[in-house]
């Protein structure tokens, strides 16, 4: 049964269709224009897509409510109890994604200490120092699938050393952080996926509570080591350290190998765009945030509603969930004009609204941007007739996030 309180659009949108991952964005364009804010029967929600009312809900923490866990567990599986996901649910519950008001802003505090400009500078080196090594061992194969080689090993390199966690071990927290991550981000739902979901949360937790108790007896110059400061000096709990850790490294190296992947490719299909980066070495640093616009690897965020809100000519009722579609709003001609060009030199490409907006903004999207900045600049210099070898295969990852499994390329 529908919760919408008003009369929904006579259109339906296939949002679970296989060809959406491929390229999603000529439905968004189309509800965007036609139904900016849409109530979506199998998600149970609304679904908003303008760039005004996305930008409203991220910055109205008020109203829009992070605090959603049990909400999307009822409307995404109707047939799983959160305690049938006890650990995942508390984890989740208490991520500082899903915390409002003063528990976010302390968490929030904590987590800036170790992302501000300052903090990142010690970091320069080890991001450089990555990529060369990743370079110089494609350069050395002769060949490439710039996805498994490159970009999903450079984003989990890089966190692993940041919070000293053995790198031979990033493969393993990938699949735990794919495990759990899936379930909150492809729509719909089962058992089997909170099943999954609860394993990959229970293992991640214990492998990082391990490291925790060593650490406490032996701390260095880490980031789990900063954390665990954090909780001696009250600023944090034992539990939430474990919830900070877990969210910090899941979120430190999947959205940025999505990133990564998905603006490589949109480079390699506008060869012109790709020639004037190489022609006009700084124009890298905005074309990164054109390709944040252009792709959003991050897609879609939700919110709940704590009060009945009007948008779009629609009343949304409390207790209600809304997706905020940053993909959508990321195309939007009130915005970018020509928005579905790619263009390098893009005057307010900035503007894009992949990191999120508002409290809840990425603690880490200078990271993403540094990582990216320098692996496009050493590849595009290293080989500069890079170009794809082979069809690129989709990861079919659910309507959250966004990004390659494959993408073969030589030079």
């Given amino acids: ?114 992302f501000t400009p300052r ?24 060949s490439m699938d710039y996805q498994k080689d490159f970009a999903e090993p450079l984003p989990a390199i890089v966190i692993a050393r940041m919070f000293g966690v053995p790198v031979q071990d990033r493969h393993r927290f990938k699949q735990w952080t794919e495990d759990l991550t899936l379930f909150f981000s492809q729509g719909v739902s089962d058992r089997a996926g909170a099943q999954r979901a609860e394993a990959g949360a229970r293992d991640f937790g214990a492998y990082l509570q391990d490291l925790i108790d060593k650490r406490r007896s032996e701390p260095g110059e880490d980031m789990l080591s900063y954390l665990i400061g954090g909780e001696s000096e009250g600023r944090i709990t034992a539990e939430e350290l474990v919830v900070q850790a877990v969210m910090l490294i899941a979120a430190g190296h999947l959205t940025t190998l999505d990133m990564l992947g998905t603006s490589m490719l949109a480079l390699l299909e506008h ?27 991050v897609q879609i965020m939700h919110r709940l509603l704590t009060e009945d809100v009007e948008m779009g000519g629609q009343r949304m009722r409390k207790g209600q969930l809304v997706y905020i ?57 290293r080989m500069p007739g890079l170009r794809v070898a082979a069809e690129p295969v989709w990861r079919r990852h659910g309507l959250v996030y966004r990004g390659l499994a494959s993408l073969p390329v030589t030079w």
């Fill in 1 to 114: 049964m529908t919760l919408a309180a008003s009369a929904s659009s006579p259109r339906h949108y296939n949002l679970f269709d296989p060809g959406m991952f491929d390229n999603p964005f000529r439905l968004y364009n189309e509800m965007r224009e036609a139904d900016p804010v849409y109530w979506c029967e199998p998600l149970q929600g609304w679904m908003i897509s303008r760039y005004a009312d996305c930008v409203t809900a991220l910055r109205d923490g008020a109203r829009f409510s992070a605090a959603r866990m049990a909400h999307l567990v009822a409307a995404q599986a109707p047939d799983v109890r959160p305690d049938d996901m006890p650990f995942s649910f508390r984890l989740n519950t208490l991520g500082i994604i899903f915390q409002d008001g003063a528990a976010h802003v302390r968490l929030r505090s904590h987590a800036n200490r170790a």
């Fill in 271 to 297: 060869p012109a765009e790709l020639r004037r980066i190489q022609e006009s070495p700084e124009l890298l640093t905005n074309a990164i945030e054109e390709l944040l616009r252009f792709q959003s690897p």
């Fill in 119 to 142: 903090a990142l500078e010690a970091y320069h080196s080890l991001v450089r120092d990555t990529v060369d090594q990743l370079v110089a061992e494609a350069l050395a194969r002769g």
């Fill in 325 to 381: 579609n940053f993909a959508a709003a990321n195309r939007d001609p009130r915005v970018f004009s020509e928005p579905d060009r790619l263009d390098v030199g893009r005057a307010n490409a900035k503007q894009h609204l992949a990191f999120g907006g508002g409290a809840h903004y990425c603690v880490g999207a200078n990271l993403s941007r540094m990582e990216a900045e320098r692996a496009f600049g050493e590849l595009f210099r």
